[in-house]
């Protein structure tokens, strides 16, 4: 079936190190894309959404790049700071406006 | 700006008995989706509310059912309850505009079935 995956499901870094998570999605009609930030005992969190007409977005300290070839997105976080450990999910909405579908999540720990 | 609520924040059941968890959506947001999140893994899709009807549906049994109301807000009901239904609960509003899948989550409800 359709699904998203994640290659790595942890990440230890240095605090000020860059980060990259990446995910692999097979959902072909996938034409939205967004990563959220899991924190311990609080709901997921929106940080950056990228659609399929792009292939690279940027908000603050976050870059998404997306590509449609390989099907594959991934998350750069700069200057990775200790308030950035979480479990970073990406999603994907196939073709339809009432469903994400989740991979397992990467755990980014930021050692100081 | 009001973010999105829920309630209660844990909840311990006994297996067979029924639970009903409550969604607060984020001001001016109409559509409401719930997530079930077992843990180590991500949210699973359980269904949505559009203008208090059911907008789309995972794949969970009959015994997961939902309601919105007029204010948008939002119950999820479990009936017959099993072990296997202890997770994270999340509940997460959106806008529903053509083109616009942006959903926001609540901090979620834990249920523990025992």
């Known amino acids: 079936g359709e699904n998203v995956g994640l290659h790595l499901p942890t990440l230890s870094v240095q605090e000020g190190d860059n980060s990259i998570i990446n995910c692999a999605y097979s959902n072909s009609a996938s034409d939205y894309f967004i990563w959220y930030k899991q924190e311990s005992g609080k709901g997921p969190q929106f940080i950056i959404d990228?659609?399929?007409?792009?292939d690279k977005r940027q908000g603050q300290r976050v870059t998404v790049l997306l590509n449609k070839t390989v099907k594959h997105l991934s998350l750069q976080i700069a200057a990775t700071q200790p308030g950035d450990s979480a479990v970073y999910f990406c999603?994907?909405?196939?073709?339809?406006?009432?469903?994400?579908?989740f991979g397992k999540g990467t755990l980014l720990t930021v050692n100081p | 700006e009001t973010g999105v609520t829920q309630s209660p924040t844990h909840l311990i059941k006994t297996r067979g008995q029924q639970v009903t968890l409550r969604c607060s959506s984020q001001s001016g947001h109409n559509t409401v989706s719930w997530y079930q999140q077992a843990l180590g893994q991500g949210p699973q899709f359980i269904f949505q509310?559009?203008?208090?009807?059911?907008?789309g549906r995972g794949n969970f049994p009959p015994r997961f059912s939902g309601l919105q109301f007029p204010n948008y807000s939002s119950e999820l009901n479990v009936n017959a309850l099993e072990l296997d239904d202890s997770a994270l609960y999340l509940c997460?509003?959106?806008?529903?505009?053509?083109?616009?899948?942006?959903?926001?989550f609540g901090p979620g409800t834990r249920l523990t079935v025992t």
């Open positions: 990228i659609r399929s007409n792009m």
């Open positions: 999603s994907e909405s196939g073709g339809s406006n009432y469903k994400l579908t």
């Open positions: 509310y559009y203008r208090e009807e059911e907008n």
């Open positions: 997460a509003s959106s806008l529903n505009l053509a083109g616009s899948y942006e959903q926001y």
